[in-house]
C-alpha cells in the first residue's frame, strides 16, 4: 500500500509539474503586455521598460518560471502586476465569497436534486416523473445568467427583499452577507440541481434493475423500502462523482454569474487578470486549481485503492 | 388565539416604530454617497497607471495638483494658490498655500512638488503620462511656499497639463505605497478597499479648504450593464455617473427618482485608419471611406441617438471649435465613384479591428454594412484590450478600428512619430509645433482652427462623435460633474437635498 501511495505522489507531482510548465508557457503565448495595459496609449518607451523592469518582466523566460514555480512551492504565488499586492491575500480575499457561494450552491443543488431524482426514478413513467424530466429539461436548458436576471427583477428591483448584487462582507454581519449570496446561488443551483436529478434518476433506475434488487424484493421488502435500504445508496456513487466534479465548477467557473451580481469571487478575480494581463495572478490561480482537482483526485485514487486491493498492482 | 393577536399586533407596532425611526432619520440630509463605477482601479496612484478608472475615484478627492480642472473644463488653482509666468513663457512661479498638509499628517511644501515633478521625468519614471513634464528643464524650490519651474520651450498648455490626474502632487514619505494606500492632500481618504467590490472614501477632518459635505463615499464596482441598471432601480447605488448602457436611459427618465443628465466628454471617437498601408495611403480613398459612412446611423444605432457628431478631432465644447461635420456629407456613390477612381476593387477585403467597448462593438457593425455598399468588406475582428493596444496600437497590424481618444485638446498625436495611424505630414507637423509654442489666446484658436481643418482635409481618420457621459443619479443628490473635461467623480460639491 505504502509503495502504492508512492507511486501515486510521484505521479501526482510530475502532473503538477507539467501543468505549471503549459500554465506558464500560454501565457507568455498570449498576446498583450502587462506594462502596456497598465499605461495606456500614452506611454512612452521609455516608461514602459522601467515599468517591465519594476515587474521583473526585462529578465528571460526560462529564469521567470524556475521563480514563479519556486515560490509557488514555498507557497509564494508573488506580487500582483496590477494591485500590487500578494497574490495569496487577493486569492484568499476572494476565497471568503467563492467558497461560501460554493458551499450554499451544492447544498441547494444536493437537496434539490436527490430526493427529487429519487422521486423520479422511484415513480419511473408516471406523471411525476415526466414532470421531473421536463422541468429538469427546462433547468439544464435556460441559461443560468437569464435566470439570475429574472431573479433580480423579482426580488431586487420588485419586491425590495434582497439586494441587486454586490458583497458587503463577513465584516459587516453573517445575515447581510448571506442575504448578498442567497440570489446567485439559487441561480447557480438550479441548472446543476437539473443535471443531478437526472444522474439520480438513471442511476437508481440502474440500481432498481441489478439482481440484488430482485432478491430484496422476493426476500418481501416492501417497493419503498428496497428503495431506501438498498438502491439508494449504491446508486448515489455516480452522483457523488459528479458533485465532485460540479464542486470545482462552482468554485471557479461561475465568472457569469459573478458578473450579473456583480460578486467579487474567484472566478471574476481570474477574469479582470486576463483582460488587464496580469498574468502572475493568472498563472498563480489556474495552478492553484490544477492543484486542487489533482489533490481531489489523488485522495479519491488512495481511497478506491483502500477500498479494493486489486486496484494496488495496476498502476 | 389571544396570544396570536398579541404577536400580529406586537409585530405591528415594532413596524411602526421602524417606520417612525426611518421618518426621521430621512429629515436630516445624509451623509454619504455610493456611487457605481464600471471598471476597478487597479490601483490608486494616478503617477504609475493610465486606467481613467484610477482618476474617477482618487483625483480632487484624494490627490490634488498644484492646478485643477474644473467641472467646465477650465484651469483653477489647487494646490498653487496663484502663479506668475514670465514673459518668454518659460519661467512658471507657482505660489502655494500654506498650512496644507498629507492625509499622513506631513507638511506639504515646495519640496513636494520638486519631488513630484522631478520623479514624474526621472529615467525609472512610471508615469503614465510622461510627456506631460517633457517640457520642464528644472524645477527650482525658491522657499517653502515658492517653486520656480523653468522649461525648454513656451508651452502654451502647461498650466492645464499641471491639472490632469497624473501630475498630482504626491510626498517622498509616501509615494512608494500610493498604489494600495494612496497618502494625498485632498478633502478625502481611502477608508477602505474591499477588492473587487468596493473602495470607501471618508472625510479629511484636517483639510485645507472647504470640508467636504459628505462623510463618506463609497465607489461600488458594477462592470456589467444589466447589473448597473439592476442596483440603480434597487436603489443599491445613488448614482451612476458614467451610466454605461445608452439602451435603457428611457426607464429612468420616465422614473421621478431618478435625474438623468447627458453631458459631454473629450471622448473623440472615430473610425481610425492605417494612413501608411494600402489602401489608405492615397487620399482619395480616405476621404472615400469619410463619405461612405453615414455618422447618423452610427450615432443613432450604437449609442441609442446620445453622441454629438464631430467632423474633425476636436470636441465641440473647446476653445477654438469649427464645425467641420459637413466635410464630407454622406454620400455613398460619389464615394464609390471615388474608390473606383483610386483603383479599389469592388469585394475588397479589409480588417476592421473591435475593441471591447460597446461603441466600438455595435458602431463596427453598422459601419461595416455601410462599407458594404460602396463595395468594401470589412471584416470584424473583435480584440480585448491589451491584445488591441500590443496589435493595433503598437504594431500597426490593421487596417481600420473604432476608438474613442478620451484625452483633452490631444492634437499632438497627429504631430506624432509613429502614431497607430500613421499619419505623415509635415505641414501639419510644422502647424503643431507653433500652435504648442504659442501662449497668446488669440493666436492660439487661429491655428487651432487650421489644425482641425487640416485634420480633416487630409481625411486622416473618419471622424464619428463625441463620447456622451450619460449620468444618472438619485433626483436627490446635488453637485456631481454633468459634463466630463475629464474622467472624473470629483465629490467636493456633491450634496443631499436643496
Do not use: C
Not at chain 1, 502587462?34 to 521583473?56: H, I, W
Not at chain 1, 454581519?173 to 447557480?188: E, F, M, N
Not at chain 1, 438502491?231 to 450579473?260: C, D, K, W, Y
Not at chain 2, 411602526?16 to 445624509?30: D, L, N, Q, T
Amino acid at each position: 500500500m505504502l509503495a502504492y501511495v508512492g507511486r501515486r505522489l510521484l505521479s501526482l507531482a510530475v502532473t503538477l509539474a507539467i501543468a505549471s510548465a503549459i500554465v506558464f508557457t500560454v501565457m507568455e503565448i498570449l498576446p498583450g503586455d502587462p506594462a502596456e495595459v497598465m499605461l495606456g496609449t500614452n506611454a512612452r518607451p521609455d516608461t514602459l521598460a522601467a515599468l517591465r523592469a519594476q515587474y521583473g518582466l526585462d529578465r528571460p523566460a526560462p529564469e521567470r518560471y524556475l521563480a514563479w514555480a519556486g515560490g509557488l512551492l514555498q507557497g509564494d504565488m508573488g506580487l500582483s502586476y496590477t494591485y500590487s499586492v500578494p497574490v495569496t491575500q487577493l486569492v484568499a480575499e476572494r476565497m471568503w465569497v467563492s467558497l461560501p457561494l460554493a458551499l450554499i450552491a451544492l447544498t441547494l443543488t444536493t437537496l434539490i436534486a436527490i430526493p427529487v431524482g429519487a422521486l423520479a426514478a422511484a415513480k419511473r413513467n408516471s406523471a411525476t416523473d415526466v414532470g421531473v424530466m421536463t422541468a429538469t429539461q427546462v433547468g439544464i436548458a435556460v441559461p443560468n445568467f437569464w435566470f439570475a436576471m429574472l431573479l433580480v427583477l423579482v426580488f431586487a428591483i420588485t419586491l425590495r427583499w434582497l439586494p441587486a448584487g454586490g458583497f458587503p462582507g463577513w465584516k459587516a454581519g453573517a445575515w447581510p452577507a448571506l442575504k448578498a449570496l442567497v440570489l446567485p446561488a439559487v441561480a447557480l443551483a438550479l441548472p446543476q440541481a437539473s443535471i443531478l436529478a437526472r444522474v439520480m434518476r438513471s442511476s437508481l433506475l440502474d440500481t432498481l434493475g441489478e439482481d440484488y434488487v430482485r432478491t430484496a424484493r422476493a426476500k418481501g421488502l416492501t417497493r419503498a423500502q428496497t428503495v431506501r435500504r438498498h438502491a439508494l445508496r449504491n446508486a448515489l456513487i455516480p452522483v457523488l462523482t459528479i458533485m465532485g466534479l460540479q464542486f470545482s465548477f462552482l468554485l471557479a467557473g461561475t465568472i457569469i454569474i459573478e458578473n450579473v451580481f456583480f460578486l467579487p469571487g474567484l472566478g471574476r478575480l481570474v477574469f479582470q487578470a486576463i483582460t488587464q494581463r496580469d498574468l502572475i495572478v493568472v498563472k498563480s490561480v489556474v495552478m492553484l486549481l490544477v492543484a486542487s482537482v489533482v489533490v481531489v483526485n489523488f485522495l479519491v485514487e488512495v481511497g478506491y485503492a483502500a477500498v479494493d486491493p486489486r486496484l494496488r498492482r495496476r498502476v | 388565539m389571544a396570544h396570536r393577536i398579541a404577536r400580529v399586533l406586537s409585530l405591528a407596532l415594532v413596524a411602526g416604530i421602524a417606520g417612525f425611526a426611518a421618518g426621521v432619520a430621512s429629515a436630516a440630509p445624509r451623509k454619504d454617497v455610493t456611487l457605481g463605477v464600471r471598471l476597478e482601479p487597479p490601483h490608486l496612484d494616478p503617477t504609475a497607471g493610465a486606467a481613467a478608472a484610477i482618476g474617477e475615484v482618487v483625483y480632487a478627492n484624494v490627490f490634488e495638483g498644484l492646478t485643477r480642472i474644473d467641472r467646465n473644463g477650465a484651469v483653477k488653482p489647487a494646490l498653487a494658490e496663484r502663479w506668475e509666468v514670465s514673459p518668454d513663457g518659460r519661467t512658471y512661479t507657482f505660489f502655494l498655500r500654506k498650512g496644507v498638509k498629507f492625509h499622513d499628517g506631513t507638511d506639504f511644501d515646495a519640496s513636494d512638488v520638486k519631488f513630484t515633478l522631478d520623479r514624474a521625468r526621472a529615467a525609472d519614471s512610471v508615469n503614465p503620462q510622461k510627456g506631460l513634464f517633457a517640457p520642464i528643464e528644472a524645477v527650482e524650490v525658491v522657499d517653502p511656499a515658492t517653486v520656480k519651474v523653468a522649461l525648454k520651450q513656451p508651452t502654451g498648455r502647461f498650466l492645464f497639463d499641471m491639472g490632469w490626474a497624473a501630475a498630482v502632487i504626491v510626498a517622498p514619505e509616501s509615494a512608494a505605497d500610493n498604489r494600495t494606500k494612496p497618502v494625498g492632500t485632498g478633502p478625502f481618504t481611502l477608508a477602505t478597499w474591499a477588492k473587487g467590490d468596493r473602495i470607501e472614501l471618508a472625510r479629511n477632518p484636517n483639510y485645507w479648504g472647504r470640508p467636504a459635505a459628505l462623510d463618506k463615499a463609497t465607489f461600488k464596482i458594477i462592470g456589467d450593464p444589466t447589473a448597473a441598471f439592476a442596483a440603480l432601480m434597487a436603489g443599491d447605488v445613488d448614482a451612476f455617473p458614467i451610466y454605461p448602457a445608452p439602451e435603457n436611459v428611457d426607464q429612468f427618465k420616465a422614473d421621478p427618482r431618478f435625474k438623468v443628465v447627458v453631458g459631454n466628454t473629450e471622448g473623440k471617437t472615430i473610425l481610425a485608419m492605417n494612413n501608411g498601408r494600402a489602401p489608405f495611403t492615397d487620399i482619395r480613398v480616405r476621404r472615400a471611406l469619410s463619405q461612405a459612412v453615414d455618422r447618423k446611423a452610427v450615432i443613432d444605432g450604437a449609442m441609442y441617438g446620445y453622441g454629438a457628431p464631430i467632423g474633425s478631432h476636436f470636441a465641440p465644447q473647446d476653445k477654438g471649435y469649427v464645425d467641420l461635420t459637413g466635410r464630407y456629407p454622406h454620400d455613398p456613390k460619389a464615394a464609390q465613384a471615388l474608390l473606383k477612381e483610386a483603383g479599389v476593387a469592388a469585394g475588397t477585403r479589409l480588417r476592421l479591428v473591435l475593441p471591447p467597448p460597446d461603441y466600438a462593438r455595435r458602431g463596427g457593425e453598422i459601419i461595416a454594412a455601410q462599407l458594404r455598399k460602396v463595395g468594401i468588406e470589412a471584416e470584424l475582428v473583435p480584440m480585448e484590450w491589451a491584445q488591441w493596444l500590443s496589435e493595433v496600437f503598437k504594431n500597426r497590424n490593421y487596417d481600420l478600428t473604432v476608438i474613442s481618444h478620451v484625452e483633452p485638446l490631444d492634437l499632438d498625436i497627429y504631430a506624432r512619430e509613429s502614431y497607430y495611424f500613421d499619419y505623415k505630414n509635415p505641414e501639419y507637423k510644422a502647424l503643431y509645433d507653433e500652435l504648442a509654442a504659442t501662449s497668446d489666446e488669440g493666436k492660439r484658436i487661429e491655428l487651432l482652427k487650421k489644425a482641425q481643418e487640416k485634420i480633416a482635409d487630409d481625411a486622416v481618420n473618419v471622424f464619428l462623435f463625441l463620447l456622451p457621459k450619460i449620468g444618472i443619479w438619485n433626483a436627490e443628490l446635488k453637485g456631481l460633474w454633468e459634463n466630463a473635461p475629464i474622467p472624473v467623480n470629483d465629490l467636493t460639491e456633491v450634496r443631499w437635498g436643496e
